[in-house]
């Protein structure tokens, strides 16, 4: 894979990232069953991909175990949430609710790491805060809009505490392995849910839950620890800041949910604010291992 075609399998994986929301709504299940679906598939597609690409696995340990445990729970609350986020607020809403999480890393890893906050990572802070405000038309528990914030809000809390988890076993284990295991905890965990209901569930429905389980999960997570052999970590995540914009486009096109001009200006605060960490994150990686060395 050289240079160019790394790129372009980021942007597609980025829009399958981004395509989650528009399944998730497309599926008329309860997102107990669209989230148990979603991780059969994605079991099955990293399966399939480990099974071609080859990549080295590693004897898990009890730590391992425990730690892939946890964030296949944390994994599935994420999409739990996220999903409710979806069917309540619409797809921008939870779109852009979700990519606050990149703030709540800044903060958590400040608390549970013992990590000082610089200055720069408070504005980014505080430019995420301000997007949320401007993405919400009114702030009211009774609306749906606000309840769909909400339930976006706690799904990108889960997702930050599941990137810290992630992180705190970077190293020792694959990130297809670790995928794999992931998911297959969350069919696990929201099986006893999904099952009373599985029957009932619709032929459609099933074509969207694949979907967002091959593509939107197995093939866009592969897509990306694939690339990063050739492209570097900031210029992926700042591809990845795409996904938003993905996301809210096709819910535009599809389900006429357009935009106000105050949401557009939220999201993009919301997007600036993910593409400006993840370059200072990426950017801080290498004075780390100078550090190291020195």
């Known amino acids: 894979m050289n240079h160019r075609t790394a790129l372009g399998a980021l942007h597609i994986g980025a829009l399958f990232f981004g395509l989650t929301g528009v399944f998730g709504k497309l599926a008329s299940a309860a997102p107990s069953i669209i989230v148990f679906g979603r991780a059969a598939f994605a079991v099955l597609a990293l399966g399939l991909f480990a099974r071609l690409a080859g990549p080295a696995w590693r004897t898990l340990q009890a730590q391992d175990w425990r730690r892939l445990a946890l964030g296949g729970v944390l994994l599935a609350g994420h999409w739990v949430s996220f999903f409710i986020a979806v069917k309540v607020g619409g797809v921008a809403i939870a779109t852009l609710g979700f990519a606050s999480f990149p703030a709540f890393t800044v903060i958590l890893e400040g608390l549970l790491f013992r990590e000082r906050i610089r200055g720069n ?46 992180r705190a076993g970077s190293g020792r284990i694959p990130a297809v392995q670790a995928a794999l295991c992931q998911n297959l905890v969350v069919a696990l965990c929201l099986l006893p849910f999904a099952a009373p209901g599985l029957a009932e569930v619709p032929a459609m429905d099933w074509l969207w839950i694949a979907l967002l389980g091959v593509f939107c999960t197995g ?31 096709m819910a535009w096109l599809l389900f006429a949910e357009t935009p106000t001009p105050r949401m557009l200006l939220g999201g993009a605060l919301i997007i600036l604010a993910i593409v400006v960490s993840s370059r200072l994150a990426a950017s801080a990686q290498p004075r780390k291992a100078a550090a190291g060395q020195s």
């Open 121 to 166: 990572e408070l504005v980014l802070v505080a430019l995420v805060s301000i997007g949320l405000v401007l993405v919400t038309p009114e702030f009211n528990l009774a609306s749906e809009a606000t309840g769909g914030l909400l339930w976006a809000l706690l799904s990108g809390l889960l997702f930050s505490l599941l990137s810290l988890t992630n």
């Open 219 to 249: 093939v866009a997570h592969s897509l990306f620890v694939a690339s990063l052999a050739v492209i570097k970590a900031r210029t992926a995540a700042v591809v990845f800041a795409m996904e938003p914009i993905y996301g809210i486009a």
